[in-house]
């Protein structure tokens, strides 16, 4: 996580602001029409990943973005431990992103491939959390029990990510273009 700039943090400052101005608002509403728990979180969330990681092309960047905005967004839940478990899962996913992301050497020209794989483990990761927290409190026999439901409720979390991430992988030639070109002046 070398050379910070004062761009990059204000890239980082306004993404955070936009992921927890969206889950705080937009979100309830959301998962309330949709009756999907988390639409904005993973949708948008991983839009924004995909985006800041593209923009300032430096590691560490989407794993701070994504640790601003879970802290942001579980502090208002603070008396359920479970939510801080499931916003700990976000820090986990935009870390596993941003990991994966800036694995391969020519990061910037990626395949949409590898960055759907990234966006698939980042998101699967995102919910290992949660998960664990299950583990631990309903041992092993409650914890398979629970774990048969929640599967479903992991894959459509996981989709969610990956479209956002195809989201953004569509947008980015006009965001290139556009903030890339302020981003970088």
């Known amino acids: 996580m070398k050379d910070f700039s004062a761009r990059d943090i204000a890239l980082i400052a306004v993404f955070s602001a936009i992921w927890i101005a969206s889950q705080t608002y937009l979100g309830p ?5 949709t009756g999907i728990h988390g639409v904005v979180q993973r949708f948008l ?5 995909l985006i800041i990681a593209r923009i300032t092309g430096k590691f560490g ?7 601003i905005s879970s802290l942001a967004t579980r502090l208002s839940r603070f008396t359920q431990i ?19 992301y800036f ?8 395949s949409r491939k590898y960055v759907v794989f990234a ?20 041992g092993f026999y409650g914890f398979l029990i629970w774990f048969l439901t929640y599967v ?20 980015l030639p006009s965001i290139e273009t556009n903030i890339g070109r302020l981003y970088r002046k």
Request: proline share 4%; net charge positive.
């Open 119 to 138: 966006s698939v483990i980042s998101g699967v990761m995102a919910s290992m959390p949660y998960v664990f927290l299950y583990l631990f409190t309903l």
């Open 61 to 67: 960047r989407v794993t701070i973005m994504a640790t």
């Open 82 to 100: 479970y939510s801080l478990f499931v916003g700990l899962g976000y820090a986990v996913g935009g870390l596993t992103f941003d990991l994966l």
């Open 29 to 33: 509403t959301i998962s309330l029409i």
């Open 103 to 110: 694995l391969p050497k020519n990061h910037a020209n990626a």
């Open 152 to 171: 479903p409720d992991m894959i459509k979390s996981t989709l969610l990510s990956v479209a956002g991430t195809l989201t953004g992988l569509s947008i």
């Open 45 to 49: 969330g991983w839009l924004l990943m």
